[in-house]
């Protein structure tokens, strides 16, 4: 069975770092893309970056204002993705949620949530002091 698991979440405030980690298992991870897709309060859910099997990366313009600060990457041997985040603002309050692509052996990775499959339960951000 697909299972993912987000973990690193929790309160942090303005200015912290923090990284997120998503295990993964039940699928050959290393032929699927992952994602990280952020919902804050009150919004609909955005990609915040994704990555190929073989470690392309692909940051979504629905998070322009984090650019620079934050950086996806995946370690195959482990079956984990990560979402290192820096500077952060409240604004970056959210539930975060990792997923796998629908399809396997992608080149580049896609960024929009409808191309996501499987999907962890999320772990929550706070941004606060």
């Known amino acids: 069975e697909v299972q993912l698991v987000e973990s690193g979440g929790g309160l942090v405030q303005p200015g912290g770092s923090l990284r997120l980690s998503c295990v993964a298992s039940?699928?050959?991870?290393?032929?699927?893309?992952m994602s990280w897709i952020r919902q804050a309060p009150g919004k609909g859910r955005e990609p915040v970056s994704c990555?190929?099997?073989?470690?392309?990366?692909?940051?979504?313009p629905e998070v322009d204002s984090m650019k620079g600060r934050y950086t996806i990457s995946r370690d195959n041997a482990k079956n984990t993705t990560y979402l290192q985040l820096n500077v952060l603002k409240p604004e970056a309050t959210a539930v975060y949620y990792c997923?796998?692509?629908?399809?396997?052996?992608?080149?580049?990775?896609?960024?929009?949530?409808?191309?996501?499959?499987?999907w962890g339960q999320g772990t929550q951000l706070t941004v606060s002091s």
């Open positions: 997923a796998a692509a629908q399809n396997p052996y992608l080149w580049v990775a896609h960024c929009p949530a409808d191309e996501y499959a499987h």
């Open positions: 990555i190929s099997a073989d470690g392309s990366v692909t940051d979504a």
């Open positions: 039940g699928f050959t991870f290393n032929i699927y893309a």
